[in-house]
């Protein structure tokens, strides 16, 4: 989407810095000019304390480390200013002082999950954790990941203070229609080529005996675990084949609103704290879930999955189902939509005639230069109406399944338009109306907060009135 709006621009910008900005958290009582000495460029340059917000300080070295990490994840800093760095990580600051007024709770397990995380991909890019620790410029492992737990900490408590802003904003059709229309006509935007697409999903069926030796496999873990000795995290880490937790040691936070299968709802909801489920079975394989910790209608749970492998034969069997399939539609005895209502294996496009939802914007449309890659790849070279030949696809937990694909509508490239992009447009004014919020709550909380800013800083320019004037 080619757009100029200023103030969706900044939106961007704004996601941007509180994605990849880092900035070590430092909690402080009594605060006293703590001074400490860095290089630069030869010579020695003095590191104090330039800002405090609430219980939070800002060392000018922090602004240093905020450039660095853009530049390592690859964004451009030429255009941002110490200035602007320096105001969002006050920004920063004010969401995690608010986030601690407000009691809003990110524990550590949570965040040794995102650390571990984070540290196996850090490793991949870089080589090995003593690179990493050389990287950040700290004396070992221990001080590194101290450092570091801190930083994560600070950014969830950002994150979830933010989401605590935004989450309660909506927006009516009739605040999108003036949204529209107060857009100057050479000022629309454009959205990209996108294209509709529908898939027939066949899945390998699984024996019985493989089942059980899964199920047998989940209570061998369950009685190590009961006779202590073995913990879940450490089976759920080396064992678990749920990407989203496996790092984590299965851990997992839900209550009754998270968007899990019922099955796991149902088991998870039923257990007591400290009580580990049998086998269980869901359409991502089999489970054990361990309850860590009841808190109202919340749950501390950690899971493990396992899922049975498909046979060269299964997978045989699937491919002519699915080949059969393609011959009725070609024929003209069915058509695709059809075919996707009665014979499809996936029950999420089942009832839309095999529909792919977009899961970026929930609609039905693929921008291509958005789109997965994967499946750009295999839709590319479709024609309108033409159906792919079976494709052996591989999802992220490893199982495997036939489909074919449809491409159903082209849109090319155009200038925005109310009734044909009443779903893009609405997300624009949202987020401008989230702008708007997060804008009234700054004045709000800047107002009620200590904020010092010291030194040469008080003169710059800030979008916040930090300095209070």
């Not at 009691?103 to 850090?122: C, H, P, Q, W």
């Not at 002519?320 to 003209?332: E, G, P, Q, V, Y």
Request: hydrophobic share 35%; net charge neutral; with cysteine.
């Amino acid at each position: 989407m080619k757009f100029v709006h200023t103030k969706i621009a900044f939106l961007f910008f704004l996601m941007l810095l509180c994605g990849l900005g880092m900035s070590a958290q430092e909690i402080i009582k009594d605060v006293e000019p703590v001074v400490q000495k860095t290089e630069n460029k030869g010579r020695q340059k003095i590191d104090g304390i330039i800002a405090t917000v609430g219980d939070y300080i800002i060392l000018d070295s922090d602004i240093d480390k905020s450039f660095l990490e853009l530049s390592s994840q690859g964004a451009s800093v030429k255009d941002i200013t110490r200035c602007q760095m320096l105001g969002k990580l006050l920004e920063d600051k004010l969401y995690a002082h608010q986030a601690v007024q407000d009691s809003i709770k990110v524990t550590d397990a949570e965040v040794k999950g995102m650390m571990e995380e984070r540290l196996n991909y850090m490793v991949e890019q870089i080589g090995s954790i003593e690179k990493v620790v050389q990287y950040y410029k700290k004396d070992s492992e221990e001080e590194f990941k101290t450092y570091f737990f801190d930083i994560l900490k600070e950014n969830k408590l950002t994150s979830e203070m933010q989401k605590k802003i935004v989450d309660g904003v909506e927006i009516t059709p009739e605040e999108v229609r003036n949204f529209f229309k107060k857009i100057p006509k050479d000022e629309l935007p454009m959205f990209g080529a996108e294209m509709e697409v529908a898939q027939i999903v066949v899945t390998p069926k699984v024996s019985e005996a493989d089942k059980k030796k899964v199920i047998e496999k989940l209570n061998e873990f369950k009685k190590e675990i009961e006779s202590g000795s073995s913990s879940f995290a450490t089976k759920a880490v080396l064992y678990s084949e749920d990407p989203g937790s496996r790092a984590s040691g299965g851990f997992y936070k839900m209550n009754r609103k998270t968007p899990f299968v019922k099955e796991f709802k149902d088991v998870a909801f039923a257990l007591k704290e400290g009580e580990i489920s049998a086998p269980f079975e869901t359409e991502f394989g089999f489970h054990i879930i361990y309850i860590e910790k009841i808190k109202g209608q919340e749950l501390d749970l950690r899971h493990i999955l396992l899922a049975p492998k498909e046979t060269a034969a299964s997978l045989k069997e699937a491919k002519d189902k699915i080949s059969l399939i393609r011959k009725r539609i070609l024929d003209k005895e069915i058509s695709f939509a059809d075919a996707a209502r009665t014979m499809s294996d996936e029950k999420e496009t089942r009832a839309n005639g095999g529909t792919l939802i977009n899961p970026k914007t929930q609609d039905t449309r693929f921008e291509l230069t958005k789109m997965d890659p994967v499946l750009y790849s295999q839709v590319s070279n479709l024609k309108d109406n033409e159906i792919s030949q079976p494709i052996l696809d591989e999802e992220k937990q490893g199982k495997k399944r036939y489909k074919l694909i449809n491409v159903t509508n082209r849109i090319n490239e155009h200038t925005a338009d109310y009734a044909k992009d009443y779903i893009k447009i609405k997300d624009l004014a949202l987020k401008e109306k989230q702008i708007q919020a997060i804008g009234k709550w700054f004045d709000e909380k800047i107002k009620e907060t200590y904020v010092k800013i010291l030194g040469e800083y008080r003169d710059c320019e800030f979008t916040n009135n930090w300095l209070k004037k």
